[in-house]
């Protein structure tokens, strides 16, 4: 199992840009599908995107972000990157990165089994 760290969080304007990167330790990074999902207060995690293990051109995202978000993974360094632009006050949310060995583009929490601890955007407007 891998373990995950989330950073590259912070404030940001309405239209700005950010990348978040998600740190793995462990074995076997290249066998995990990695996706980010986020959580609003008083809102449940939802699913942002996910890159297969199988091929990392394959993704998956939720439409809200399609054509602003896009995922990428460094097999190399262990890493899965967010970058973000054209951010909107409603993306605020703790994001969180998350890993499943062998697993498929799904988009529910409980299918994936390592999680990072999260970190925050905030987007002003």
């Known amino acids: 199992q891998v373990q995950l760290y989330d950073s590259g969080g912070g404030l940001v304007q309405a239209g700005g840009s950010l990348r978040l990167s998600c740190a793995a330790s462990g074995r076997d990074f290249v066998l995990y599908t990695m996706a980010w999902f986020r959580q609003a207060p008083g809102k449940e995690r939802e699913f942002v995107t996910a890159?297969?293990?199988?091929?990392?051109?394959?993704?998956l995202y939720v439409d809200s972000v399609k054509g602003r978000f896009a995922i990428s993974r460094d097999n190399a360094k262990n890493t899965v990157y967010l970058q973000m632009n054209s951010l909107k006050p409603e993306d605020t949310a703790i994001y969180y990165c998350?890993?499943?060995?062998?697993?498929?583009?799904?988009?529910?929490?409980?299918?994936?089994?390592?999680w990072g601890q999260g970190t925050q955007v905030t987007v002003s407007s």
């Open positions: 890159a297969h293990w199988g091929s990392s051109s394959t993704t």
């Open positions: 998350a890993a499943d060995r062998f697993g498929d583009l799904r988009q529910f929490p409980a299918a994936y089994e390592s």
